[in-house]
């Protein structure tokens, strides 16, 4: 089993930052690709950004890319989404993903884990 733990969720305005971190406990010594997904209120479910674990490159949703920034931490086992010029459209709840599989389980939303998830608020 792995728990993510996901912080740095807020309230912030449009045109500023925010930095998400998520940090995974547990049996993460496979080096699980990690990711994010977002969800507003009445919306499906969106992929956000996704890492593949043992070569560090990152994916990106084509409304985030130029803006998100995902990295990681190999040493926490933890990854980090650098979200920039934030838009009102970006206000959702953002959850960390896990997945021992290929990172196509990420970006399709079929995770094996998922975090509780973190409130982020874009306000015009």
């Known amino acids: 089993q792995v728990q993510l733990m996901e912080s740095g969720g807020g309230v912030v305005q449009a045109g500023g930052s925010l930095r998400l971190s998520c940090a995974a406990s547990g049996r993460t010594g496979s080096g699980h690709n990690m990711g994010w997904f977002r969800q507003s209120p009445g919306q499906a479910r969106e992929f956000v950004a996704a890492?593949?674990?043992?070569?560090?490159?990152?994916l990106y949703a084509d409304s985030v890319k130029g803006r998100f920034t995902l990295s990681k931490d190999a040493a926490k086992h933890a990854v980090y989404l650098q979200m920039d010029n934030l838009k009102p459209e970006d206000t959702a709840v953002y959850y960390c993903t896990a997945d021992p599989r290929t990172v196509s389980a990420i970006t399709r939303g079929l995770a094996t884990y998922w975090g509780q998830g973190t409130q982020v608020t874009v306000s015009s």
């Open positions: 890492i593949i674990w043992d070569r560090g490159t990152s």
